[in-house]
């Protein structure tokens, strides 16, 4: 749980650093596929973030796993980006870095605002074919053979690249690195910082200006809890809990634990 | 031909899971209820073959008006030829706010139709309401439940969220309601299936006992090993709650995957959540948005479970679980 609110009420920004420094788990899925595909069919990996100057650790992870290349995005004026200003930035830094792609991954969905949005919103951005929480992937040239669970429907899914997909958190085990492909990685970081101008954007078309979302309030599911605070040994603990939940506890039960002799207190 | 005035408010017709899942009714309901505010008609959107059936159901369940393209290539869902068709229709017709259901396919359908109309959208609302000025105000759980975001689209149009099932009651099925249908030629060129759909089997209806349960009991690492896990299967069964389990748990064989809350695995809401030796590491956390009264165990006194839990005991979670059994079992009568 972070102690601090995440969120500027000045600008209604979300503080994306107190969550940094570690790759989404949904994010390593989808570096382990292209790690995969690399190991396959060859294929040179870039990997691609957007944060401040601290989401550099995450490129350093994924290049000592073995990306080739790492770009991040980092520039004031891309703070308080939504998902559909976020997915306009992706692209237009796609297009500079790697314009002739042929397949982007990203994780179905991040740890902190979980929206799933940008992944969909990029390849309507790019306007390439995607599909979302795909659990396994099979490159022939260039089709791309899928296969996910969604709504109860097991679905066999074919697009020409390229494509996008969004990988779940089910069917790639990420890796650990090896130590060698740490020292690489510190050794000689292909590491690119970009900023709005580098990717051609103008300013208005990054951040909070291009996002028609504004977080009015970010508030805490915790503060208002009472966090009662029960300790001691442990049959009284139990007593007490049931003593004083009972209500809620029966009621979820539809049985009534209330009426009790205490013998033993 | 189109003499109404007035806004509108959209509901996605998504009926492939209709038995199982009833986002669909739940969001016809909420949009009912906004739609007294800035007096809108409720409308249902609905795409397929042969959808006649659940164009009465939402007639039933609080839809004013039905847009139905009923087609044979509309007949499975296809994420390309269903974004078009709804881009289509909102630039055509301007709804105020669009609800999308939560559902694997609602959670790719709606950001791309958001996209291509350029406007916001919130996903897996729990909270959705018209403030003075008439606008949607949105709350949707962020960095792992832990903390709620209250967001608007202010200037442009639609307002869209997608909502998770079961955040919202549906109504009671109403046999003499009676809905404007509006049949809609599908577009003489549909565009280019670039996502193919191969295969689609129904698998067998996946076990949503936890997902409903009124009680679940969580078990976590603290448990110590599989013997002690399964302990909380007494008490479970005890309380008629289910189990669930982190993903430590999980991997260490203690339970099946089944029992994962998490992330990767199920959303949980019951009325009360039992915690037992659980750190609360936030892909579990960010399953337990919807609990209502949580009730921790852990040795830990600063473990991230116990700092979220209405009621935190300071204890050991094996031990602490066998005397609720024994307790459990004085307060029962038979």
Redesign the interface.
């Known amino acids: ?2 102690s601090e ?3 500027d009420s000045k600008t209604g920004a ?1 503080k994306r650093e107190l ?1 940094e420094g570690m790759m989404n ?1 949904a994010c390593k899925c989808a570096l382990e596929a292209a790690l995969q595909i690399k190991e396959t069919h060859g294929a040179h990996i870039t990997a691609v973030a957007m944060g401040p100057p601290m989401a550099e650790e995450v490129l350093y992870e994924a290049l000592a796993l073995g990306a080739d290349k790492g770009v991040l995005l980092s520039d004031r004026r891309m703070a308080g980006a ?3 200003a976020t ?1 306009q930035t992706l692209a237009a830094a796609i297009k500079t870095v790697s314009p002739d792609f042929d397949l982007i991954l990203c994780g179905c ?1 991040t ?11 990029l ?3 790019l306007d ?6 795909i659990e396994t992937m099979t490159l022939k040239d260039d089709l791309l ?1 899928m296969e996910r ?12 690249t390229p494509a996008l997909v969004t990988v ?3 069917g790639y085990t990420p890796r650990y690195p090896f130590f060698t492909g740490i020292e690489d990685a510190f050794a000689k970081p292909d590491i690119t910082v970009m900023g709005t101008s580098d990717i051609g954007l103008n300013p208005d078309c990054v951040g909070m200006k291009a ?12 503060a208002n ?7 001691g040994a ?2 009284r ?3 007490d ?2 003593n ?3 209500d ?2 029966g ?7 209330q009426t ?1 002799e205490h013998e033993s207190s | 031909m189109n003499d109404e005035t007035g806004s509108e408010i959209w509901v996605f017709g998504d009926y ?2 209709y038995f ?2 009833r986002v669909t009714l739940q969001l016809l309901a909420k949009a009912r209820d906004l739609s007294r505010k800035i007096s809108a008609r409720v409308c249902a959107v609905v795409f397929g073959c042969g959808i006649d059936e659940y164009v009465a159901e939402y007639a039933a369940h609080g839809a004013d008006k039905i847009y139905v393209v009923d087609h044979p290539g509309l007949e499975r869902y296809q ?2 030829a269903y974004v078009a068709l709804m881009e289509r229709l909102c630039r055509e017709r301007s709804p105020e706010i669009v609800l999308v259901g939560g ?3 609602g ?2 359908f ?3 139709v ?3 109309l ?7 609302c729990i909270e959705l309401y018209i403030d003075d000025e008439g606008i949607l ?1 949105q709350t949707a ?16 149009r639609p307002q869209m969220a997608t909502v998770r099932p079961g955040m919202f009651q549906e109504l009671p099925h109403d046999y003499e309601a009676r809905a404007q249908i509006v049949r809609i030629d599908p577009p003489a060129d549909p565009p280019p299936e ?10 067998p ?2 076990d949503r006992k936890l997902e409903d349960a ?2 679940v009991i969580c078990g976590g690492r603290g448990m110590g090993s599989k013997a002690g896990f399964r302990k909380l299967f007494e008490l479970a069964q005890l ?3 289910e189990v669930g389990a982190t993903r430590p748990v999980v991997y260490s064989g203690w339970a099946n995957h089944d029992a994962l809350v998490g ?2 695995g199920k959303q949980i809401k ?3 959540l039992f915690s037992f030796g659980v750190s ?1 590491a ?2 579990h ?2 399953a337990l ?1 919807g609990a209502g ?3 921790a165990v852990n040795k830990n ?1 600063d473990a ?1 479970m116990m ?10 979670a094996k ?2 679980c066998s ?2 059994i ?3 079992r ?4 038979p």
Do not use: C
């Not at chain 1, 669970?149 to 020409?160: N, P």
């Not at chain 2, 960095?143 to 442009?156: E, P, Y």
């Not at chain 2, 839990?309 to 204890?315: M, N, P, Q």
């Open positions: 749980m972070v609110l995440p969120w979300l969550a788990p939504d998902t559909l997915s969905r740890i902190d605002s979980e929206t799933a949005q940008v992944g969909p919103q390849a309507e951005e390439i074919p995607g599909a979302a929480d053979v669970l969604l709504d109860d429907f097991f679905e066999v899914l074919e697009m020409r779940s958190t089910s996002s028609p979302t504004r977080i009015l309030d970010v508030y805490s599911t915790t809890k009472t966090n009662v605070v029960l300790k442990v049959k603990i139990v007593a809990l049931f004083a939940y009972g809620k506890i009621g979820a039960m539809g049985k009534d634990l009790h | 492939r899971n199982q899942n994420i390309d559902t694997g396919f959670r790719e709606a950001p791309r958001a996209k291509r350029k406007t916001g959208l919130t996903s897996d105000v759980p962020a960095f792992g439940g832990n903390l709620m975001a209250v967001i608007v689209t202010r200037d442009r670039r996502l193919r759909v191969i295969r689609s089997d129904r698998r209806q996946t009124r009680i309380m008629g709650a992330q990767a019951p009325m009360v609360g936030i892909q956390t960010a948005t009264f949580v009730i006194p991230v700092k979220m839990a209405d009621v935190a005991v300071v204890a050991d031990q602490v005397a609720m024994k307790e459990l004085k307060r029962i009568r």
